[in-house]
């Protein structure tokens, strides 16, 4: 969550899901042109905007009370009453939510050089920027950054397609999309930003060899010592049972069967370490 341009300046709220609001207040700055004003006539659904989609901090609305509410006194500690007291507010009018348009990021002109210029619908400044858009006092400033930027006509024609001016699938003349630019910039309906941005490596002409690498051999990690299990079965009054059919499963699902000797005694080598099930089919209870 992000809040800019404090105090009697527009001021802006960017949601967990990028879009933006602007925060009318009492004697503070209007709405921007473009932006559309939103349902707040449910208290629940002001407090989910606030809480959910927002992600606003209770010191940001404290700090809303503090500066444009002081006849608002007494309000509790919690996050939960706040909210509540910022969405009463805002059913009564009092604070208004509008819905700004997303910023069009795809419109980015690069000049190779680590500046760009991105364009926006205008002619007001979305209140959102986070940089002044360039004022063009004359068309040598206008054509100076155009010929920076290398682009084709097809950019030029998605730049008036998303400010309105063209509509969907659209085309102009050779050249006439980039001239129509240059006017809309001068007459304030386009706005220009620039941006700085990290221009990409140089590639080099030179095919890439890979260099062999000595490679040095891993030791085998040790193998898994085997386990054995002694078992011996007797009575309760400890006499041995002999002769006794028995079933073992290792830890690596290995089975063996076999009888008891004459001790009621059985041992095997050689088992995946770890736990043994052992059954005696014979009787009735299982032992591990």
């Known amino acids: 969550m992000s809040v800019e341009k404090q105090g009697n300046a527009p001021r802006v709220i960017s949601s967990i899901l990028h879009q933006r609001y602007q925060l009318i207040l009492p004697n503070g700055a209007g709405p921007h042109e473009s932006a559309t004003r939103i349902d707040t006539s449910c208290v629940e659904s002001v407090e989910r905007l606030i809480r959910a989609e927002l ?3 209770d010191s940001l609305w404290r700090g ?5 509410f002081a006849d608002i006194t007494g309000v509790a500690a919690s996050g939960v009453e706040l909210y509540r007291t910022i969405a009463k ?7 208004q939510f509008y819905k700004l348009p997303l910023l069009q990021k795809s419109m980015v002109a690069k000049d190779g050089n680590g500046k760009a210029l991105r364009f926006t619908k205008g002619p007001a400044p979305s209140p959102a920027e986070d940089v002044e858009p360039i004022n063009f006092i004359d068309d040598k400033m206008i054509d100076d ?9 097809a950019f030029w024609n998605g730049v008036l397609e998303e400010s309105g001016t063209l509509p969907q699938g659209k085309h102009l003349s050779k050249g006439g999309s980039k001239d129509l630019v240059k006017k809309q910039l001068k007459s304030g309906e386009l706005r ?10 140089p590639r080099s002409d030179t095919p890439f060899e890979p260099q062999p690498v000595a490679v040095r051999p891993v030791p085998l990690a040790p193998p898994t010592p085997l386990g054995w299990i002694e078992i011996k079965l007797m009575y309760e009054d400890k006499e041995p049972i002999a002769n006794q059919n028995y079933w073992i499963k290792d830890s690596d699902g290995n089975e063996y069967t076999g009888t008891t000797d004459n001790d009621g005694m059985a041992r095997l080598e050689d088992l995946a370490d770890g736990y043994c099930d052992i059954k005696f089919p014979e009787l009735d209870e299982w032992h591990r």
């Open 192 to 201: 220009a930003y620039e941006i700085p941005y990290t221009p990409a490596a």
């Open 145 to 153: 950054a155009i010929a920076k930027v290398k682009v084709d006509d």
């Open 89 to 95: 507010l805002t059913v009564q009018g009092r604070i």
């Open 55 to 57: 992600s606003s901090s």
């Open 64 to 68: 809303v009370l503090r500066e444009h």
